[in-house]
């Protein structure tokens, strides 16, 4: 069963760069057909689709967010990064991470990230 959990810090100010991880347990991220992606939720909005990276390391990107964001991984450790540069407070929000097969599924439990000086 694939499992993921979010980490980094809950409060980042203004104009500093975003950094969370996501790490997988129950699958790889190599595995083909499947893709993993970051999803935000700011407060009182829908979930909003920020990018994912493949199994061969492409990335995807929102492009109302491509500019400021960038998705890599840690195939050692079985794990893929968010970064998210130039913060305001309008990115604060809850972060997940999340397997894309056919849709996005399972997700992890989310971290809230606030952004405030």
């Known amino acids: 069963q694939v499992q993921l959990q979010e980490s980094g810090p809950g409060l980042v100010k203004p104009s500093e760069t975003l950094s969370l991880t996501c790490t997988v347990s129950?699958?790889?991220?190599?595995?083909?057909?499947?893709?993993w992606g970051w999803i935000r939720q700011p407060p009182g909005k829908e979930p909003e689709w920020m990018g994912a990276?493949?199994?061969?390391?492409?990335?995807y990107y929102n492009p109302s967010l491509k500019s400021r964001t960038s998705i890599s991984r840690d195939t050692s450790k079985n794990q893929f990064t968010l970064q998210l540069s130039s913060v305001a407070p309008r990115d604060t929000a809850v972060y997940y991470c999340?397997?894309?097969?056919?849709?996005?599924?399972?997700w992890g439990q989310g971290t809230q990230v606030t952004v405030s000086s």
């Open positions: 999340a397997r894309g097969s056919q849709g996005w599924s399972p």
């Open positions: 129950g699958g790889s991220i190599t595995t083909n057909s499947v893709v």
């Open positions: 990276i493949d199994a061969s390391g492409t990335t």
